[in-house]
C-alpha cells in the first residue's frame, strides 16, 4: 500500500509545475491537484478512502508509516471522484453507516471535508485525523509543546501522559473548548497544516460549548493534527448523527489562517447528504441578562440533532448562528455554569426573538464563599496549569491537605481538586460571630472521577455522606479535563454544632472504589459557599 501511495505521489509530483487544477484517475488512486499558487497534490486510494500523500510545495506532508482518515481508517469504502463546475473535485466515500466527502476548490490550497453517519463508529469516536511528517511539522498552535512527546523518558499514566525533558506531556494537554476552538495547528519552518472549523462544523458533534478534546501530537512517529466530532474522554452526551461539517484542513506557508477569510456556502451546490444550507435555517436573538460583568455570558441551543453557541456582547445582547428548524433548549451560561433554561422554536427563512435571564440567586446572608462560581475551577490551586500538565508535575503546587483560614488565604491556596489518595482531609477555618442560626454549605464541583465525592465534617459533627454522582467513565484530571455534569452538594449545619468563635469544616473524598493517588477517586472544585 504504502509503495502504491508513493507512486501515486511521484505522478502528482512530477506535474506540479505545469498542473493545472483537476482529477486523475489511477488504477487504485484518486489524485487532486488544486491549482492553487502554492501548490497541493493530494492523492486518495480508492478502496479506503485513506489520504496517503499531500504534496504541499513540492514536499510530501503525509507520514510514511499511517495515513490521513476519518476515525482510525474505515478499512474500506466505496469511493468515487467527480469534477463540478470545472471548479470543485468531490472525493465521496461511502460505508453502510457513514459517508465522507473531500472536497478541493481550484486555486485553494484547502481540503475541505464533511462526514454523515447513521451510526457510531465502532471505535466510539468520530474524529478525522492527519497523521504528518514530524519533520516538517513539528510544532504546534496554540498551546506550544504540550502535546509534544516525542522523546519521553517516562510513562506517566496510561499509554499517553509521559515525562519530557522534566515536564509532563500528554495529546490531552492540546484541547480547547469548543466554542473558542476554530482554528488549530502544526506548524514548522514556512509550512502550516491547521483544522479551520466554522460554527456548523460542530452542529452534529457532542458535549457542548465548553466540551474539549485532542487537538495535536508529536508523538515521534508523525505529527498528528486532529479534529475531534465526540468521544468518550469525558462526554455527558449522547453521540448525535448527521452531518459534522463542513470544516477544512488548510495548508499554508506561515501564518494561522483566520476563521473569517473562509466561506463555506459552497457545500449547498455539492449534494452534500445533510446539508442546509442558510436559506433553510433560521436564527434566534435576545438579550441575556442577569450574569455578571466578571464573567463570560455564554447562550447556547441543541437538541437530539444539532447544537449551537454564541457569545453575548456587553450588553447582552446575542444571535445565534444559523440554525436547522425544530425546538431547542436554550441554556445562558454565567461562564460556564449553567444559569437559565428555557425552550425556543426556530422556523426556516426567520428569527425568533427570546430573552433569557439568569435564575441564580444570592444567598440571603452569605457568610463566606472559596472561589468564583463559574463552573470551572478559576483561581484555585494549580487551576492555571491543571489544563496544560499532570497533576504530578513538579511544576504544580503542593496539593495539600492546608489548613484553609477565611479571611486570610486566597483561593488560590485552595487546590482545585481534592484526591482520596493525596488530600482528602482539606480544611476550612472560619470565625462565626453569632451561632445561633442554622447554616447552609453548598460545595459546587465540575467533575468526578471513580464517584468522588465530599463528605463533610463540621466541627465534631459528622455529616450524612452524599449520594453517588452519575458516573463518568473517562478520566479527568489527570488529562487536562475539568468539566463533567456538575454537581452541587448542599449540607445543612444546625445551629447546635456550630460555636461562636472559631469553627473548621473538614472536607474528605469518599467513594467506594480506591486508586494510587491521582487516580484515586477525586473532584474538582467550581466554588465552595457557606451561607444563611
Given at each position: ?71 482510525s481508517g474505515l478499512g474500506s469504502a466505496t469511493v468515487s471522484a467527480q469534477t463540478i463546475d470545472d471548479q470543485y473535485v468531490k472525493v465521496t466515500c461511502e460505508t453502510d453507516t457513514l459517508t465522507h466527502y473531500i472536497v478541493v476548490k481550484s486555486g485553494e490550497a484547502n481540503l475541505y471535508m464533511a462526514t454523515y453517519t447513521s451510526a457510531e463508529p465502532e471505535i ?202 425544530g425546538t431547542y433548549t436554550m441554556k445562558l451560561y454565567q461562564t460556564e455554569l449553567e444559569v437559565a433554561s428555557q425552550s425556543v422554536d426556530v422556523s426556516a427563512g426567520s428569527t425568533t426573538s427570546s430573552d433569557i435571564a439568569s435564575t441564580l440567586t444570592a444567598p440571603t446572608t452569605s457568610l463566606w464563599t472559596i472561589g468564583s462560581c463559574d463552573g470551572q475551577p ?155
Open positions: 500500500m504504502l509503495a502504491t501511495s508513493i507512486f501515486a505521489a511521484a505522478i502528482g509530483f512530477g506535474s506540479l509545475v505545469t498542473a493545472q487544477f483537476g482529477l486523475t484517475d489511477n488504477d487504485d488512486s484518486y489524485v487532486v491537484n488544486a491549482g492553487s499558487a502554492n501548490s497541493l497534490v493530494a492523492t486518495v486510494d480508492k478502496a479506503s478512502c485513506d489520504v496517503t500523500s499531500i504534496v504541499y510545495r513540492g514536499a510530501e506532508l503525509q507520514s510514511s508509516s499511517k495515513y490521513t482518515h476519518i476515525g466510539g469516536e468520530l474524529r478525522y485525523i492527519a497523521r504528518l511528517d514530524n519533520s516538517i511539522l513539528p510544532s504546534s498552535y496554540p498551546f506550544g509543546d504540550v502535546s509534544t512527546t516525542v522523546g519521553s523518558t517516562e510513562t506517566i499514566e496510561g499509554s499517553d501522559v509521559f515525562l519530557v525533558d522534566g515536564e509532563t506531556r500528554s495529546k490531552f494537554y492540546s484541547s480547547d473548548r469548543f466554542i473558542d476552538d476554530h482554528v488549530h495547528c502544526v506548524y514548522g519552518d514556512d509550512t502550516h497544516a491547521c483544522f479551520v472549523k466554522p460554527a456548523l462544523a460542530y452542529e452534529a458533534a457532542s458535549g457542548g460549548p465548553f466540551f474539549r478534546d485532542i487537538d495535536t501530537n508529536n508523538g515521534g512517529d508523525y505529527t498528528s493534527l486532529t479534529f475531534y466530532m465526540n468521544s468518550g474522554h469525558v462526554q455527558t452526551e449522547a453521540f448525535r448523527m448527521g452531518l459534522h461539517g463542513p470544516y477544512a484542513l488548510t495548508f499554508s506557508r506561515s501564518g494561522v489562517p483566520a476563521l473569517a477569510d473562509f466561506d463555506f456556502s459552497f457545500f449547498a451546490d455539492l449534494d452534500i447528504q445533510g446539508y442546509v444550507a442558510e436559506s433553510g435555517r433560521g436564527y434566534v436573538s435576545g438579550t441575556a441578562s442577569g450574569v455578571g460583568s466578571d464573567y463570560q455570558t455564554v447562550v447556547a441551543w441543541s437538541n437530539d440533532e444539532a447544537q449551537y453557541w454564541a457569545y453575548a456582547s456587553t450588553d447582552g445582547s446575542f444571535t445565534s448562528p444559523a440554525v436547522k428548524p478559576t483561581g484555585f490551586l494549580n487551576a492555571d496549569k491543571q489544563l496544560r500538565m499532570h497533576p504530578s508535575d513538579s511544576r504544580m503546587s503542593d496539593w495539600g491537605p492546608t489548613d484553609f483560614v477565611v479571611g486570610e488565604a486566597n483561593a488560590t491556596d485552595f487546590p482545585m481538586a481534592l484526591f482520596k489518595a493525596v488530600n482528602s482531609g482539606q480544611n476550612i477555618t472560619f470565625s462565626l460571630e453569632d451561632a445561633s442560626s442554622d447554616a447552609t454549605l453548598r460545595i459546587r464541583t465540575t467533575l468526578a472521577f471513580a464517584s468522588g465525592r465530599p463528605q463533610v465534617v463540621v466541627n465534631t459533627w459528622t455529616a450524612d455522606a452524599p449520594d453517588a454522582p452519575t458516573k463518568i467513565d473517562s478520566r479527568g484530571v489527570t488529562r487536562g479535563a475539568y468539566r463533567g455534569y456538575g454537581e452541587a452538594y448542599e449540607v445543612d449545619i444546625p445551629s447546635s454544632e456550630l460555636v461562636a468563635g472559631q469553627n473548621s469544616i473538614q472536607i474528605n473524598v469518599i467513594s467506594g472504589s480506591s486508586g494510587d493517588e491521582f487516580l484515586s477517586p477525586n473532584f474538582i472544585l467550581d466554588c465552595i459557599e457557606l451561607y444563611r
